[in-house]
């Protein structure tokens, strides 16, 4: 992923590997003991669903997406579709 402060990360778009704009990243979530990135938070655009409780937690209305999912960051942050199930309203 090369080097990116944390500092530049709030407010960049968050797009699936199918091209679906998610939204937008509000904050990193990590272990304090392990130093282990654990979930990025995501504010999500209002006409994109989600529907896999088993890889997406949801907490007032926000999406906290595994670090797993991250691909690539740097003007977006690019998750992997396979997090997701996505449809459009």
């Given amino acids: 992923m090369g080097i990116i402060t944390a500092k530049n990360l709030p407010g960049k778009k ?4 199918n091209g679906e704009e998610v939204g937008n990243l509000l904050d990193i979530e990590f272990d304090t003991k392990t130093g282990k990135l654990l979930y990025i938070i995501v504010d999500p655009n209002e006409n994109f ?3 896999n409780e088993n890889k997406i937690k949801v907490e007032d209305g926000k999406i906290k997406l595994p670090f797993d999912a991250v691909l690539a960051a740097r003007d977006y942050v690019i998750v992997d579709q396979r997090f997701l199930v996505t449809g459009q309203k």
């Fill in 49 to 51: 669903l989600y529907k």
């Fill in 14 to 17: 968050i797009v699936a590997t």
